[in-house]
């Protein structure tokens, strides 16, 4: 999941004044964590609650309310602040930049041995439609966890080797999954490309990020230079490239200085007590 808040840090200065290269500083001094950081870490402790429905609902509003300044939505805002309990059919990308926890508790063993899904792979459902529960905005989540879940279990060692080849058998999922085309480039995405809060117009551009990228630096930096919502972007992009390949410690330790005591605590506690399988 700190795959998600190091591009959520770093696209953070660029989601307003968006750049079209990969030639930045990956880190600013102003630089800062949006709702992006926030719900990602809701999500998660939404999971170390017992991972049901009113657990990611009442996470969310917990750290909303905590982090009101976070950047979110207009909806999203108002559903955070209401006694509203219920979705609101929203298809936006902030259902597939939080999602990332739930694909890290679901079990490569078991895949291993059935070839089936592990049945955790329903948290990323339930996480996308507290709010999110328009089938663009599940769809998006869904993706966004199969595509981090198969990296986990290939480049983790329980399948192919190859990295290409471990692409190609992520892209031909998604594209057959979901529906999403995967087939445009970056350098063809790039020009045209715009600010876009949708799932539909976000997430499929943040995997060809990942799917284009050599390492988890280059994943993000190829986000970041598609412009359009480039925090969201990133932080999808992000949560999929350190399932892939990890991420530096300086990436890690940097982007550590941007968090506040609450957001680390999180963070301490998710990698004490989820157990990765």
């Known amino acids: 999941m700190l795959g998600a808040i190091v591009g959520d840090i770093v696209g953070s200065v660029y989601e307003w004044d968006n750049i079209k290269t ?7 001094e102003d630089c800062f964590f949006t709702d992006d950081t926030v719900m990602t870490c809701a999500v998660a402790e939404a999971i170390m609650n017992g991972g049901q429905k009113d657990d990611f609902i009442d996470a ?23 006694n509203d309990r219920t979705p609101y059919n929203s298809f936006g990308n ?24 592990p049945s ?3 948290l990323a459902h339930l996480s996308a439609e507290a709010t999110h529960n328009h089938p663009e905005g599940i769809k998006g989540a869904m993706a966004t966890s199969d595509a981090i879940f198969m990296c986990r279990y290939y480049f983790g060692g329980d399948g192919c ?31 045209t490309y715009r600010f876009n809060e949708t799932c539909q117009n976000t997430v499929p551009q943040a995997i ?3 799917l284009e990228s050599t390492d988890f630096e280059d994943a993000i930096r ?26 530096p410690d300086w990436i890690k330790e940097k982007s550590y200085s941007y968090l506040d005591e609450p957001l680390k605590d999180v963070l301490r506690r998710w990698e004490e007590t989820i157990v990765i399988k």
């Open 22 to 28: 990969k030639d930045f500083p990956l880190f600013r």
């Open 60 to 82: 969310m509003k917990k750290y909303g309310r905590m982090y009101p300044d976070a950047g979110y939505g207009t909806r999203f805002d108002a559903w955070i602040h209401s």
């Open 94 to 117: 902030g259902s597939a930049m939080r999602v990332s926890p739930c694909a890290w508790v679901m079990d490569c063993g078991f895949c291993a041995r059935t070839g089936c899904w």
């Open 120 to 122: 955790s792979r329903a």
């Open 161 to 191: 080797d190859n990295p290409a080849e471990i692409k190609r058998l992520i892209k031909e999922h998604i594209e057959q999954e979901y529906g999403y085309n995967l087939s445009q480039s970056l350098d063809e995405i790039r020009p």
């Open 208 to 210: 060809i990020a990942f």
């Open 222 to 247: 190829n986000a970041i230079s598609l412009g359009g919502d480039s925090d969201t972007l990133a932080a999808i992009t992000g949560s999929i490239a350190e399932a892939a390949y990890g991420i």
